[in-house]
């Protein structure tokens, strides 16, 4: 059989594509130019003459003709496929097995709030709102109001009777609840002008002159 100007060998290559994965196969079967473009993928096929042409890998994994287990995901490969074990969400893969993670072991694993207690579960987690907070675990509010309780606001916040929620004050940022010290040192705007190092204190800053030490510049 010809194809332009290649001469094939009409041996008994008749099986799909995956066979045909080294140079020593030869191509005799039309049909390996009519399967789908979207399983394309070129593997090279030696011919008599010695140029080279273009077969086709089967996706085992999209038409369906692979043995993977349900907790298995299917993956291609040029010639051939494999199983590879899935973990449901939870679970890490670890040396062939499903571990649980512990998402409580970081707080980019977990969505609890800040007010909240993670709670490590086997495949998961649970949060718990603190004491004197109501909520999902996820979003935790105070029980009572500021205006009835000021103290729920923190050290460096204050009530605003208006609102009814706590602000944190010049200089700290946070929900009100909590709040935490702005380091204005590492502002993209340095607040010190010329050469003045910068020293940040608990809700503030100063500007030293070259050579001063912490203590002589916060006197």
Known sequence: MTAGNNMFDDCAVTKSPRTLSTPQHRISDPRLWSI????????SIGTESGSWTNAWDINECETGAHNCESNEICENTIGSFKCVTKCSPGYKLIDGKCEDVDECSSKDLHKCDVRAECINTVGGYECECEEGFDGDGKNCQPKSSCRKNSAICD????CNIFLDICDCKTGYTGDGITCHDVNECDAKDKPCPGEGRCLNLDGGYVCCKDGQDDATCIK
Request: aromatic share 8%; glycine share 0%; proline share 0%.
């Open 36 to 43: 789908s473009t979207h399983l394309q993928l070129f593997v």
């Open 155 to 158: 050290r460096h916040a204050s």
